[in-house]
């Protein structure tokens, strides 16, 4: 790696400026000199040969888009002269590939954890108010607030989670509400629930429980406050039940085999797939070889670099999932008249992504080369270990909340432009960049910028891996849990009533 440039493939006609260079410089690519026509900005493209107009421009080894017009060495390379090659929806055959990575371990490793009286195992041991619908969030909140005052030790907080939903929706709408609400009542960071009900809502608490199926009653406890004489006083004595019954829960030695994480990027910029990115899919290999689980979803972001992870299918049945993963969420942009492809965001583009193409191939690299051992629907729970996908939008807080109802213990979450959002898990933040992790670090947890500045991959996602233990151990804990940023949100496709 250069200290100005990063040359990633060999097939490549691009390099990445790793700081801003100025027009006039001369770059030495291979032994060739590149004489940079205009200034570049940190993260963005530079030509390192003639890119002919309608050639495809190389990145990571593989097409992420074609130029609009010939593009001479030294030149800026981005929306300006080149776009995406992607249009509609794509048949696909099924090329198997043999993972790359070590599937075994040495050492068995071991985090300190809560194992729940089913069998499910926790990282936090934490009081949830789920709310069957959106009326009812203030009511919530001011029940958090007030029993986080009295808790005391032995609980890990108090917290509810507000959203729109529960009312007036329909159909597939109100089954992902409930879907949602229902993983995380299950949820085993959560040590005890309170489901709190309004009473007219289209989600009543005797229509959720049909979803929710059995439950433990020490656990899970229900008030709708239409039939509350005092709401307020029967939620604090109910949660005050629940205090009483998590404190009974003391942390064991776990295996990390039992480890569930999330998998998601955003706010990306030009190093995404060049720091941050790679260093989470070395994670998650290594999750993987210990007998662990991980799940990445963001369908939308593997538009343009799908076939690599199709390729890593366990097996055909696997295979032709992914396939209705993809272009599923293809025909829900085509149902809604909206283009495939209309991605990267502005922020992506202004830190250095041009296409969905060069967005998607580095999103990917959060899967490591594990196989896909299987692929979810929205608002399904993880069942088997190793590598998942899950379907969900590229959004944010959509789809962080969809990973933490699926399961995840905590969220690895990297970002190139920062973001202070977290989940209702522990939701890290993984900068691509030393000077975001220097500038916001109320807002990020680990630095994968010192990739390029000397440290190895290696050396970092064991880092990385131990940070993991430790969070899972309640040693550390997230940005997002010592600030209060922890949220939901729920997908939504149909009509509101």
């Known amino acids: 790696m250069n200290e100005k440039f990063a040359y990633i493939h060999e097939k490549d006609n691009v390099i990445i400026a790793l700081s801003p260079l100025e027009q006039g410089e ?8 590149i004489t940079l026509s205009e200034s570049i900005p940190r993260g963005h493209k530079v ?19 074609k130029a609009t017009t010939t593009i001479q060495p030294g030149a800026w390379v981005h929306s300006q002269n080149m776009k995406t090659k992607l249009e509609g929806v794509q048949e696909y055959d099924y090329t198997p590939s043999t993972p790359s990575f070590r599937k075994q371990v040495e050492k068995v490793r071991t985090f300190q954890g809560y ?8 990282i936090r041991n ?18 958090a607030a007030i029993s986080n005052e009295t808790c005391g030790a032995g609980v890990d ?72 004489d005092n709401e307020m006083e029967q939620g604090l004595a109910i949660i005050e039940e629940l205090i009483s019954y998590a404190k009974t829960a003391k942390r064991e030695p776990i295996p990390l085999s ?40 963001e369908v939308p972001e593997m538009f343009g670099a799908e076939t690599i992870l199709m390729n890593r299918a366990k097996d055909q049945a696997t295979f032709e999932k992914m396939v209705r993963l993809i272009n599923d969420f293809k025909e829900y942009f085509l149902r809604h008249n909206q283009p495939v492809y209309e991605n990267p965001s502005p922020g992506n583009k202004e830190g ?43 959004n944010d807080l959509v789809s962080v909340t969809a990973l933490a109802a699926a399961g995840a213990h905590f969220v690895l979450f990297t970002t ?44 970092v996602a064991e880092e990385l891996l131990n940070y993991g233990v430790k969070l899972a151990s309640g040693e550390v804990r997230a940005k997002n849990e010592e600030y209060g940023f922890k949220e939901i949100s729920i997908f939504k496709d149909g009509v509101i009533l």
């Not at 190389?58 to 992420?64: R, V």
């Not at 194992?115 to 926790?122: E, F, I, M």
Request: glycine content about 14%; charged content about 20%; aromatic content about 8%.
């Open 26 to 33: 001369v770059l030495n690519v291979n032994g060739l000199p």
């Open 47 to 65: 030509a390192i040969v003639t890119i002919e107009q309608g050639e495809d421009v190389i990145k990571y080894g593989f097409p992420i888009g």
């Open 115 to 122: 194992v729940r009286d089913n069998g499910n195992v926790g």
């Open 126 to 143: 934490e009081i949830w108010i789920i709310n069957t619908v959106g009326c009812i969030n203030k009511t919530a909140e001011r029940l």
């Open 157 to 228: 907080g108090v917290y509810h989670y507000p959203h729109l939903f529960g009312c007036s929706q329909l159909g597939d709408d109100l089954l992902y509400t409930q879907k949602i609400l229902r993983n995380l009542v299950l949820h085993p960071n959560a040590a005890g629930v309170l489901v709190l009900g309004l009473g007219c809502e289209n989600n009543h608490i005797a229509a959720f429980k049909q979803v929710l199926g059995d439950y433990d009653d020490r656990r899970v406890k229900f008030l709708a406050v239409q039939e509350a």
């Open 258 to 297: 039992k480890l569930k994480v999330g998998l998601k990027c955003g706010g990306s910029d030009g190093f995404s797939g060049i720091t941050a990115n790679p260093l989470v899919g070395a994670f998650s290999d290594k999750v993987v070889a210990h007998g662990g689980t991980t799940v990445m979803t």
């Open 352 to 394: 250095g992504i041009t296409t969905l193409e060069e967005k998607s191939l580095g999103c990917v690299q959060k899967g490591g080369f594990a196989e896909v051992v299987d692929v979810l629907p929205y608002g399904e729970r993880l069942e088997k270990p190793g590598l998942n996908l899950l379907q969900g939008p590229g």
């Open 416 to 459: 190139g432009r920062g973001t202070p959002f977290g989940g209702p898990v522990p939701t890290v933040k993984i900068s691509t960049n030393t000077s975001l992790y220097e500038r916001k670090k109320h807002w990020i947890d680990f630095n994968a910028g010192r990739l390029v500045e000397g440290a190895t991959l290696d050396e």
